[in-house]
């Protein structure tokens, strides 16, 4: 017994993840009844990566904020234009894609006990508000726009504070990174509940009956992944991208696909950075960032589903509002994270633009929870490699200009 935990622990996470997604599916298909108690696993995996991702988030910027020493370069202002421009890009993507292969809903799903924005202003004073929001009740509800305001805040404070305290901090923070490994260890338990659960309750039909959708969503963000951001990187570093967005699909987007936490996949993110040999002082704001705002999975999400809703009610658009969508998808993706329900519960948003009703959206939205299963995942996938993804390609298009080499 103990050879075989040893051969187990030796193995590579993403391996270990594969067998439980596996033993998960045979269960759900063989013996729905008699397994059903693997479903705790799944539920104290998610549980346990919701409750440490916000404190950690909170003092992983709190650490790096106060640490930063005045006078210091670092390449943020490069990396929030990459995370900007890359959402705006993948939510027109997700636009074209949507007319040039025009998908129809069968409606009739509900999604219950659901409050969408009622608009642009909501979503901005939501937006506003969460900003300023009560930090313990921000770290309560997961709120990180709130964690994240008030982590720099915090942060900027503590620059001028004794080296103790700074140290005491960065313990804290490297305590919790080490929580998170440990809970994404049990990922393999955690996805076979997660695989069965999904499975012996919706059933493959129900996956297979939104082929069409997923294949548009799933397609979209694979786009964005390899051909989108690759073009991107190559524009500023002048250096073939792939080894690099290939290392950040692997070592990062592999393991938020299982995990369907940016936040939670932090650490993972972070000791990427390490390995590429990035500046610290740069990617530990950059990454937990990222996490908030960074959200081109959220903006194809957006489009997709709205413009579904669209071409399910005949309604004619034109040039002028796929952009308008575009930016509004990419504006709604950003704040996604301080509202409740996530990327979904702003499509209601989108299809006001054209005059869809709330009620027929709001059905749209149950759709988005059904195919959620895989469209989350890969979302979550796009989301956080990117991060790391645009984190190096801004320090490596910095060192190409000082003409430094650049090794991936």
Request: charged share 5%; aromatic share 6%; with cysteine.
């Given at each position: 017994m103990r050879n075989l935990i040893n051969k187990w622990n030796q193995m590579s996470l993403v391996k270990r993840i594969i067998i439980g997604?596996?033993?998960?599916?045979?269960?759900?298909?063989?013996?729905?009844?008699?397994?059903?108690?693997?479903?705790?696993?799944?539920?104290?995996f998610v549980g346990a990566l919701k409750a440490v991702a916000p404190i950690?988030?909170?003092?992983?910027?709190?650490?790096?904020?106060?640490?930063?020493?005045?006078?210091?370069?670092?390449?943020?202002?490069?990396?929030?234009?990459?995370?900007?421009?890359?959402?705006?890009?993948?939510?027109?993507?997700?636009?074209?894609?949507?007319?040039?292969?025009?998908?129809?809903?069968t409606l009739?799903?509900?999604?219950?006990?659901?409050?969408?924005?009622?608009?642009?202003?909501?979503?901005?004073?939501?937006?506003?508000?969460?900003?300023?929001?009560?930090?313990?009740?921000?770290?309560?509800?997961?709120?990180?726009?709130?964690?994240?305001?008030?982590?720099?805040?915090?942060?900027?404070?503590?620059?001028?504070a004794q080296q103790t305290t700074k140290i005491m901090i960065v313990n804290v923070s490297d305590a919790l990174s080490q929580i998170v490994k440990w809970v994404i260890n049990f990922?393999?338990?955690?996805?076979?509940?997660?695989?069965?659960d999904a499975i012996?309750?919706?059933?493959?039909?129900?996956?297979?009956?939104?082929?069409?959708?997923?294949?548009?969503?799933?397609?979209?963000?694979?786009?964005?992944?390899?051909?989108?951001?690759?073009?991107?990187?190559?524009?500023?570093?002048?250096?073939?991208?792939?080894?690099?967005?290939?290392?950040?699909?692997?070592?990062?987007?592999?393991t938020a696909f299982f995990t369907r936490s940016s936040a939670a996949n932090i650490p993972v993110n972070m000791k990427l950075c390490e390995e590429l040999e990035l500046d610290k002082d740069t990617y530990s704001v950059s990454i937990p960032l990222g996490a908030t705002i960074n959200?081109?999975?959220?903006?194809?999400?957006?489009?997709?589903?709205?413009?579904?809703?669209?071409?399910?009610?005949?309604?004619?658009?034109?040039?002028?509002?796929?952009?308008?969508?575009?930016?509004?998808?990419?504006?709604s993706a950003c704040g996604a994270s301080g509202v409740a329900g996530g990327s979904l519960l702003l499509i209601p948003l989108a299809c006001s633009l054209f005059g869809?009703?709330?009620d027929v959206a709001m059905q749209v939205v149950g759709v988005g929870f059904v195919v959620g299963v895989i469209q989350d995942s890969c979302e979550t996938a796009l989301n956080s490699s990117t991060d790391v993804l645009f984190t190096a390609v801004a320090e490596f298009a910095k060192r190409r200009k000082e003409g430094k080499k650049i090794e991936i």
């Open positions: 997604l596996i033993i998960g599916i045979i269960l759900a298909v063989t013996i729905p009844d008699t397994a059903k108690p693997i479903v705790i696993f799944g539920s104290l950690l988030v909170f003092f992983l910027v709190t650490s790096a904020i106060s640490q930063h020493k005045s006078g210091q370069q670092t390449n943020m202002k490069s990396i929030l234009v990459l995370y900007l421009l890359g959402t705006f890009l993948a939510g027109l993507i997700a636009v074209v894609a949507s007319f040039i292969f025009p998908i129809t809903l009739g799903a509900v999604a219950e006990n659901v409050t969408p924005p009622g608009g642009v202003v909501d979503v901005l004073k939501a937006l506003l508000l969460n900003i300023v929001d009560n930090p313990v009740k921000a770290l309560f509800n997961a709120n990180y726009i709130g964690i994240l305001s008030w982590a720099i805040l915090l942060g900027i404070a503590l620059k001028n990922a393999p338990l955690g996805i076979m509940g997660l695989v069965f012996a309750t919706q059933g493959l039909s129900a996956l297979l009956s939104y082929g069409q959708l997923l294949a548009i969503l799933v397609g979209c963000m694979v786009f964005v992944a390899l051909v989108l951001n690759p073009i991107i990187a190559f524009v500023c570093m002048r250096k073939n991208p792939y080894p690099l967005v290939f290392k950040c699909l692997k070592n990062s987007g592999i959200m081109a999975g959220a903006a194809v999400t957006i489009s997709v589903l709205t413009l579904a809703a669209v071409h399910t009610l005949g309604i004619q658009v034109d040039i002028g509002m796929a952009i308008i969508l575009s930016v509004l998808s990419a504006i869809i009703p709330n």
